[in-house]
């Protein structure tokens, strides 16, 4: 059975979600709801380093996220992917388009 556990942490500038295991379409109804509140409220960086797989419900996420950050004038940031996350997000055309980081310190 797929599991997506979430960690939430707060900067001065940002929310932090690290997230581990599947994002799927089974499992990212909680992630989706916490990601597009507080996109709306900061900066939001997702620590993708614990990600075994995103299926396209996940990126559908990412993309919302992304546009509505733009929206109201904060950023969506994608932090240390796995292989696996990294392969799923190539898969869309857009990694050009995502802000890919290293650490929370590269956050604007």
Same mark, same amino acid.
């Given at each position: 059975m797929d599991v997506l *556990? =979430? *960690?939430e942490k707060r900067g001065? %500038? &940002?929310i932090l979600l690290e997230l581990g295991g599947v994002i799927s379409s089974y *499992? $990212? /109804?909680d992630f989706k709801a916490k990601a597009y509140s507080y996109i709306q409220e900061t900066n939001l960086v997702v620590d993708l380093s614990n990600v075994q797989s995103i299926d396209s419900s996940g990126l559908g996420v990412f993309m919302g996220v992304f546009n509505d950050g733009e929206e109201c004038g904060n /950023? $969506? &940031?994608m932090m240390n992917p796995s292989v696996e996350a990294l392969n799923a =997000? %190539?898969?869309t055309g857009f990694t050009d388009t995502f802000n890919i980081i290293h650490s929370v310190t590269e956050v604007v």
């Open positions: *556990t =979430i *960690t001065a %500038n &940002y *499992t $990212f /109804v /950023v $969506f &940031y =997000i %190539n898969s």
